[in-house]
């Protein structure tokens, strides 16, 4: 991808660069510029790749001229690993719970943004690194990511179309962003930054991809349950279309878990789940597993959670997941 900085401006940005966290192996410019798609005045995003294992990313922000330089000194022991656990499939690609889920777009983000950068200075160490991120590997393990979000999201929608139809519509709408993403990842943009999909989607000349973001933000709009139910079982048709390369459906399952933050209490015959003893609930002969480390509920794409299941989601002490692989229980 071409950058909107010229490279006679290399010199000045380097001058932006602390030895804080030791000599750097590299340094890259990055962000939105880098991929494409910012304009002359966006911020300009310096990747500092540092030997330190104690940082694991540290923005300092500086200026040049009238535009803001956001140098972020990045930890290459640690994206070293981390890189070779995703490319060798160490964990699955959506991990239960919202801080696992986050870890793992962040993961995905920072590897984009350094696969996509403009090397202004790299070593021989950074070098190989920034060599193997370029390999096909990460633009699938992005559209594999996107694409198990596509159908968490729509799951959620179809879960919630009934009682919260605004809620289901929204959540719709961002499951086609997401298999958006995941197409655009297979076609080389891999860019891990949903704020830019419009310009991505027009950047790509896909005429299956520009209409169903145009049914995506039509569908985000809807208030009426009738309607939103036509969106969200509508949308399951293309979604299944556009991701089953990436996620075959029937290997799919959809979980709800104990959210993070949800403590168990047993009080006089009830299980009290308590959010950060914020809110919480009192149950009594539900018959439901409450166990951390495993669903309270699985189900396939598609299966609505039973009523009990899903007051406590509706109150967000469970959380929605989803796996490839394996049968539901």
């Not at 300092?60 to 009238?66: A, F, N, Q, V, W």
């Not at 197409?183 to 000349?205: F, I, M, T």
């Not at 939103?228 to 399951?236: T, W, Y």
């Not at 390369?245 to 299980?271: H, K, M, N, W, Y």
Request: net charge negative; glycine share 8%.
């Amino acid at each position: 991808m071409t950058s909107i900085v010229a490279d006679d401006e290399i010199a000045a940005l380097l001058a932006h660069v602390e030895p804080v966290f030791g000599a750097p192996h590299a340094v890259l410019k990055s962000g939105s510029i880098a991929a494409g798609l910012g304009n002359p005045k966006s911020d300009i995003d310096l990747l500092v790749l540092v030997p330190s294992e104690r940082v694991t990313k540290f923005p300092i922000l500086s200026h040049e001229g009238e535009r803001i330089v956001d140098a972020e000194y990045i930890s290459l022991p640690r994206r070293t690993r981390i890189a070779a656990d995703i490319r060798d499939r160490v964990e699955p690609s959506h991990l239960p719970g919202a801080a696992a889920l986050h870890a793992r777009y962040e993961n995905l983000w920072t590897l984009s943004r350094l696969a996509i950068g403009s090397v202004l200075h790299a070593d021989a160490a950074a070098g190989a690194f920034l060599a193997g991120i370029k390999e096909p590997w990460l633009a699938e393990a992005i559209s594999e990511f996107w694409a198990l979000e596509a159908w968490r999201r729509w799951s959620v929608a179809r879960w919630l179309y009934a009682a919260k139809p605004r809620t289901a519509a929204w959540r719709c709408g961002m499951a086609l962003f997401a298999a958006a993403d995941a197409r655009l990842a297979s076609q080389g943009q891999y860019y891990v930054n949903p704020k830019w999909v419009s310009e991505k989607v027009a950047r790509a000349a896909d005429p299956a991809l520009r209409a169903m973001l145009e049914r995506a933000r039509a569908g985000m709009l809807i208030d009426s349950p009738g309607e939103a139910e036509a969106f969200v079982e509508s949308a399951s048709g293309l979604l299944d279309e556009l991701l089953a390369p990436f996620a075959p459906l029937p290997r799919l399952v959809t979980e709800l878990r104990l959210a993070d933050g949800v403590s168990l209490r047993s009080a006089g015959g009830s299980t009290i789940l308590a959010y950060h003893d914020l809110h919480g609930a009192e149950i009594r002969d539900h018959g439901l597993r409450f166990d951390p480390d495993a669903p309270t509920w699985s189900g396939g794409v598609g299966d609505v959670p039973p009523g009990a299941v899903m007051a406590l989601f509706e109150r967000h002490l469970l959380w929605p997941s989803i796996r490839a692989g394996g049968d539901a229980r």
